[in-house]
């Protein structure tokens, strides 16, 4: 769709389950996303696409993995152009022409979001599991295990930290270099946004919108590309 609001151009993508991604939009125009695979012979394809055409650029197909539900989350676009994508129980990391660098078997997604660090180091949530991956191979550099599930992507701090908001409404800082809990907010609602100042969380509780003041420094910006793609890791609060 144009700015002005016309149609630009449409596709007719022939997958079954239609169930797709967010497209993430890289810098050179492309984009991508994927729909869901539910067994070794239907749906799953990770797909590249011209957004002045609407061209199929590429399609890769994932592997297979048994027990999953293949559900795809939306890509994330490195500073160096590499992507990562996540469906059921695997991170990808890929390259433009359509070459994968690497897989890990992570574990599920349930489509909470990742988020990517300015040395490309990956926060992925899974269930009640934040893993940080390294970008070169896609081992694990540590893991943090909680009581209730992560429910949205991660966010990061300029001091070294990242955000892992709970289920529970537990807010928890963590120190990014081992995963240790640094300071935890409780009695927030099921999704949390910062203000531009990052003075401030905004979050709903009882229908109500609530404001906490937060006295940490502002939030960094990461090549994730955030529902409003700003320094705050934004996103629309339900």
């Known amino acids: 769709v144009n700015p002005d609001g016309t ?3 449409s596709t007719w993508l022939n997958t079954n389950p239609p169930a797709a991604s967010t497209p993430s939009i890289a810098a050179d125009g492309k984009i991508y996303f994927a729909t869901q695979r539910t067994s070794p012979e239907v749906g799953g394809r990770f797909f590249s696409m011209n957004t002045s055409t609407c061209a199929q650029i590429w399609a890769h197909l994932p ?4 027990n999953s539900s293949g559900t795809p989350v939306q890509a994330v676009i490195r500073k160096d152009g590499k992507i990562y ?31 990517v660090d300015e ?6 949530p899974v269930f009640a599991k934040l893993n940080v991956v390294k970008p070169d191979d896609g081992t694990t550099i540590w893991t943090k295990t909680f009581s209730n599930w992560i ?12 955000y892992a908001l709970l289920s529970s409404g537990v807010l928890h800082i963590l120190d990014r270099e081992d ?12 999704k949390i946004v910062f203000s531009p100042d990052g003075k401030r969380i905004y979050t709903t509780t009882n229908k109500k919108l609530v404001a906490h003041i937060h006295n940490e420094k502002l939030c960094t910006k990461s090549s994730w ?3 409003f793609k700003d320094l705050a890791n934004t996103s629309s609060v339900q």
């Open 7 to 9: 149609q630009r151009c």
């Open 63 to 66: 592997h297979w993995v048994s």
């Open 85 to 115: 994508f996540h469906m059921g129980k695997d991170l990808y990391s890929m390259n433009t022409d359509n070459t994968r660098n690497w897989r890990s078997e992570i574990g599920e997604t349930r489509d909470k979001g990742n988020t």
């Open 119 to 124: 040395n490309n180091v990956a926060y992925v």
């Open 151 to 162: 429910v949205q992507a991660p966010t990061l701090g300029d001091d070294g930290t990242v």
């Open 179 to 190: 995963g240790s809990v640094l300071r935890s907010y409780t009695g927030l609602g099921p």
């Open 225 to 227: 590309p955030k529902e």
